[in-house]
């Protein structure tokens, strides 16, 4: 059982560039999200999802796109990559029934560096 | 403006302390979620409160959630070095937003 899957572990980018971070996860799991941490900091959320063709902004959306077209995947786009963007970008996802209660299952990361 | 609000930012002491670490909002939360993570990880569950009032204890952590339902507090008995991370608080719901976080430090 695999879990939520991230890819790539760590990624140099240059500023302007695009790319986009990989997220699956193999629970059937309806929510999930897309975080971002700062060095020392704690978790900010960019965007969310609670089933396929449904997304929401989180708190800090601006220069990220998403997309569900499946349970299984919730990729993360950086259009145009800025410095501000360097962080560790964490997935998650957890499942609906009894949401009070249930955790969120997270992915290993992905350390992105824009230059 | 962050929607839970934790205290203290940082907390460095010597093991076999005390200490107790805070997180509060002014919404009501339907429960509310402890984690900790260690560096290079991804965060990992420790405790769901759910009912006001509510304390539950895992050895020698202790959590409760304030009857109102809006905060909740971490207490932890004799620390020990392998407590040391970041200590961080989700409200349930579908957003799920964290604090800042409390990054404890405990010295042998």
């Known amino acids: 059982n695999a879990g939520v899957t991230q890819t790539p572990k760590f990624r140099i980018l240059k500023i302007g560039q695009s790319m986009t971070l990989q997220c699956t996860q193999d629970?059937?799991?309806?929510?999930m999200y897309w975080y971002r941490q700062d060095p020392g900091m704690g978790l900010k959320l960019i965007y969310y999802?609670?089933?396929?063709?449904?997304?929401d902004k989180g708190e800090v959306p601006n220069g990220y796109n998403v997309s569900r077209s499946t349970t299984e995947d919730f990729p993360l786009r950086l259009e145009l990559a800025a410095p501000s963007q360097t962080s560790v970008y964490f997935c998650?996802?957890?499942?609906?029934?009894?949401?009070?209660?249930?955790?969120?299952?997270f992915g290993n990361g992905t350390r992105l560096t824009v230059t | 403006t962050q929607l839970l609000e934790q205290s203290p930012q940082f907390l460095s002491i010597q093991e076999g302390e005390n200490l107790t670490v805070y997180c509060n909002s002014s919404?009501?939360?339907?429960?509310l979620q402890w984690y900790r993570q260690e560096p290079g990880e991804g965060p990992v569950l420790l405790v769901t409160?759910?009912?006001?009032?509510e304390v539950k204890k895992l050895k020698r952590l202790t959590f409760q959630f304030g009857d109102a339902r809006k905060d909740s507090s971490l207490h932890i008995t004799a620390a020990q070095p392998g407590d040391t991370g970041l200590y961080l608080c989700?409200?349930?719901?579908?957003?799920?937003?964290f604090g800042a976080g409390t990054r404890l430090t405990v010295k042998p």
């Open positions: 989700a409200g349930a719901r579908n957003d799920m937003r």
């Open positions: 919404s009501v939360f339907s429960s």
């Open positions: 629970m059937n799991h309806n929510y």
């Open positions: 998650a996802s957890r499942p609906t029934g009894g949401a009070v209660y249930s955790p969120l299952h």
């Open positions: 409160v759910v009912t006001g009032g």
């Open positions: 999802s609670v089933g396929a063709g449904i997304t």
